[in-house]
């Protein structure tokens, strides 16, 4: 297996007259215990990756912590208890990937779900703020859609918080009335009407959250 990048001119540094004490010290620990190390981190994961990436943070620690080497036989032991830690984080940091994973998946599907359950109720909702005038769109959509709260809403429009939430409990009524007069009309042979009660109780919900 190739010397990973980083690490791969640490094996020509003892060759050069002009290294110092501690880069002589680190490349000759590299060039013992380099291939050895790799053997017990490979051992202990699931892909070369994986014991590449080990072996490689193991050294860089060791580097950083140079002086914490002991010398002689003793140092492949201290690396073999660093690999140890490092590879221990490989697995928590892989396992918190794997459930963060999971619940995303979840969450997408649960998402998935009530997106095809509510399509109805939002194309309802859509149709019945196109019948608004363009004030009371651009309102409520600040407050449903941007998630905007009374005081970011009144400094977007310019107005008192007071004044905002007046203008968006108006709205909301104009709203619910258009909600009401199309539900009331007759629908398609075949098909199921919208529930036009639980969009405006969504509607009003998001409104009481504010």
Not at 62 to 77: C, H, K
Not at 119 to 146: F, H, I, N, P, T
Request: charge should be positive.
């Amino acid at each position: 297996m190739p010397i990973p990048r980083p690490l791969r001119s640490c094996a020509l540094i003892a060759e050069k007259s002009t290294v110092t004490t501690p880069e002589k010290r680190f490349a000759e620990l590299y060039e013992t215990s380099f291939s050895r190390l790799l053997g017990y981190t490979v051992r202990r994961t699931q892909t070369p990756e994986d014991a590449a990436d080990a072996a490689s943070e193991t050294f860089l620690i060791a580097w950083r912590r140079l002086d914490d080497v002991p010398t002689g036989e003793p140092a492949r032991l201290w690396l073999y208890a660093t690999a140890r830690r490092v590879l221990a984080n490989q697995r928590r940091s892989s396992a918190r990937r794997t459930r963060l994973s999971e619940r995303l998946r979840s969450e997408l599907d649960v998402a998935a779900e009530a997106r095809e359950q509510s399509s109805e109720d939002l194309d309802l909702v859509r149709r019945a703020m196109a019948r608004l005038r363009q004030d009371d769109r651009e309102l409520l959509g600040l407050v449903a859609w941007e998630g905007l709260d009374p005081a970011e809403l009144a400094t977007v429009l310019g107005c008192s918080r007071n004044a905002a939430k007046i203008r968006t409990h108006r709205a909301r009524k104009r709203l619910a009335r258009e909600l009401a007069g199309l539900e009331q009309k007759p629908q398609p042979r075949g098909g199921h009407p919208p529930n036009a009660h639980r969009a405006r109780a969504s509607l009003r919900e998001t409104g009481e959250r504010r």
